[in-house]
């Protein structure tokens, strides 16, 4: 078992910045990634960005350039830098973890709302 506790979400201008991070704990030896979803309002949850135990990272066409994931491996602990947000980044963000081949774990989800 993993247990995932974000933080970091708000209420923040267009253009402006947050820093979500999410904190792992338990079984965390098993974990091949740890990425960072998100969901708006009547929409479905997509995958924003992701950084594997092998060092790669992916990110969504809409967050390239804006976002930055990044690990502290000793915390266990994953971050989602986001820099010049806008209101179409508004959404319920997920950190969620595992190994490939099971499935992720989730944690609560922290809201992000970017006003106009």
């Known amino acids: 078992q993993v247990q995932l506790v974000e933080s970091g979400g708000g209420l923040v201008q267009a253009g402006g910045s947050l820093r979500l991070s999410c904190a792992a704990s338990?079984?965390?030896?098993?974990?091949?990634?740890m990425a960072w979803y998100r969901q708006a309002p009547g929409k479905q949850r997509e995958l924003g960005a992701r950084?594997?135990?092998?060092?790669?990272?992916y990110y969504v066409d809409s967050v390239k350039g804006r976002f930055t994931i990044s690990r502290d491996n000793a915390k266990n602990t994953v971050f989602l830098q986001m820099n010049s947000l806008k209101p179409a980044d508004t959404a319920v963000y997920y950190c969620?973890?595992?190994?490939?081949?099971?499935?992720?774990?989730w944690g609560q989800g922290t809201q992000v709302t970017v006003s106009s």
């Open positions: 338990g079984s965390i030896f098993s974990v091949d990634y």
């Open positions: 950084s594997t135990s092998g060092g790669s990272t």
């Open positions: 969620t973890s595992g190994p490939w081949d099971s499935n992720p774990y």
